[in-house]
């Protein structure tokens, strides 16, 4: 897995909203590429921008989230630290979801590329599809938990094989 | 953490932006006290990651107008279920009601795996998977009594599975043993469409204080057990072999023995099921590989309790 799509892991895990979460990649790439120091190892580029992203989603819940919850320092490093040691087998995931989304029913695929279409809200699609949002969001979480066993499954057949 | 555990909804609350302050707090309660939600959590979150960048390099597809039309036919599917099920209840409601009975009826036949709790010390442990029924198979384990701090669970012995290094350059770090069973001296009968096999095994490792992966696979085969196992992994890459595998992952702090189970739709004509038990080293290059036990492994048919004897 790159550091990239750790560090995008880590913000989304410290954030509520899709929403929230590219703001603040966006705000922590400014910061990577302003304050980047090419003599840096990849150890130490790794706990530097993790630093980074939680100072930056720490100032954005503090300024801009409704309920301005965060989470604690303790929580903040057991998370950061969670993410960097399942590196391998959460990228293994990510690759094993090409399989898995093409095993879905159409219905339910074209439903995910629906509702994580770039700029999409969930409130507008359920409009469209003539349902509440709640169930749709509902279906969504049913779904992402039946490619997440199904990730599992094929990550264990080939580690078997 | 299996994904049944209610609090993957809490999750859910938190990632749609749903929660109250009250459930952020527990959220916040669960990731700092317990390893495994927090490993969960993480793992949820980078499937939601994976799916928004899967949605951008994909094209926006027709969807709305094949979901509407779907969510119409389900709109009305309660109704005309309900309708059809009036109509046909009128003709043979016995018939509805026993079926219904008999799905729910599920009787369990335990199926005998050689050794199943590996105490058969002087046995010979075929190198990989074995060819026939009546033998273990392995990559490289022993079959051994209390070893270090780590008793069986049941019986005087248990099965070592000696740990394959991150660092080695194999194609697979899983340090596996093999069965395979004879299915055709099962009665026919019990070979039900709805059939099903319930694979269960304990594992414990060395070192509890870091997460273990454990994975079982069970693989039908509707050839005997000497043609099943020719050119076996080149078979089961095949769309007509039937296959079901499940990794288990324990929490940092999980000591002792741990129990896992897997069931697998047994296809009728099935004659052959190989078995296949995983221990995976962790992924922490700084630990040590631990040392993994199999012991206690059980086997039994799931089928519809009236079609049998």
Request: include cysteine; charged fraction near 25%; charge should be negative.
């Amino acid at each position: 897995m790159s550091h990239e799509d750790s560090l995008r892991v880590f913000v989304r895990s410290l954030l509520f909203t899709h929403d929230e979460e590219r703001e603040v990649m966006q705000e922590v790439a400014v910061v990577l590429w302003r304050k980047f120091d090419a003599d840096m190892d990849s150890e130490s580029f790794c706990r530097w921008a993790f630093g980074v992203a939680r100072m930056e989603a720490l100032t954005f819940r503090r300024d801009r989230a409704r309920d301005r919850h965060m989470f604690g320092e303790e929580v903040f490093e057991l998370l950061s630290k969670t993410v960097l040691e399942q590196e391998d087998s959460l990228e293994a995931e990510r690759r094993a979801l090409d399989t898995c989304l093409q095993k879905l029913p159409d219905d339910q695929r074209y439903l995910v590329q629906a509702a994580y279409a770039p700029g999409i809200k969930i409130d507008q699609l359920a409009t469209q599809l003539g349902r509440t949002a709640m169930a749709l969001y509902k279906t969504l979480h049913r779904i992402r938990l039946t490619l997440m066993n199904c990730t599992q499954r094929v990550l264990a057949t080939e580690e078997l094989t | 953490m299996n994904t049944n555990d209610p609090r993957f909804e809490l999750i859910r609350l938190c990632r749609d932006g749903q929660a109250s302050i009250e459930e952020l707090a527990e959220l916040e309660v669960s990731l700092r006290e317990d390893a495994g939600f927090r490993e969960a959590y993480v793992r949820y979150m980078n499937l939601d990651v994976a799916l928004s960048s899967v949605a951008k390099v994909l094209p926006m597809p027709m969807v709305t107008s094949a979901l509407r039309q779907r969510n119409r036919w389900l709109a009305w599917r309660p109704l005309t279920a309900a309708a059809a099920g009036i109509v046909f209840g009128m003709f043979c409601t016995s018939m509805v009601f026993g079926f219904v009975a008999q799905r729910a009826a599920v009787k369990k036949i335990p199926l005998s795996v050689f050794d199943a709790g590996l105490e058969a010390v002087e046995q010979i442990l075929n190198d990989g998977l074995p060819s026939q029924a009546g033998q273990w198979g392995v990559d490289d384990a022993k079959v051994v009594p209390a070893d270090g701090n780590v008793t069986p669970l049941a019986g005087q012995y248990m099965l070592r599975l000696e740990p394959i290094p991150r660092e080695k350059e194999v194609k697979n770090h899983t340090s596996r043993a093999y069965q395979v069973l004879d299915l055709r001296s099962l009665p026919a009968a019990a070979m039900t469409a709805d059939a099903e096999v319930e694979v269960s095994a304990s594992f414990c490792a060395t070192d509890g204080d870091v997460s273990s992966r454990y994975l079982i696979r069970a693989i039908a085969l509707d050839e005997a057990p000497a043609q099943a196992t020719k050119n076996f992994w080149s078979k089961v890459e095949s769309d007509g072999v039937v296959s079901e595998s499940q990794r288990f992952d324990t929490a940092p702090g999980s000591h002792g023995w741990q129990s896992f189970s897997m069931t697998l739709r047994l296809p009728p004509g099935s004659k052959t099921l190989v078995l296949i038990f995983g221990a995976v080293p962790p992924e922490l290059p700084s630990r040590p590989a631990s040392v993994h036990y199999l012991d206690e492994v059980q086997v039994s048919l799931l089928s519809s309790e009236t079609l049998l004897p």
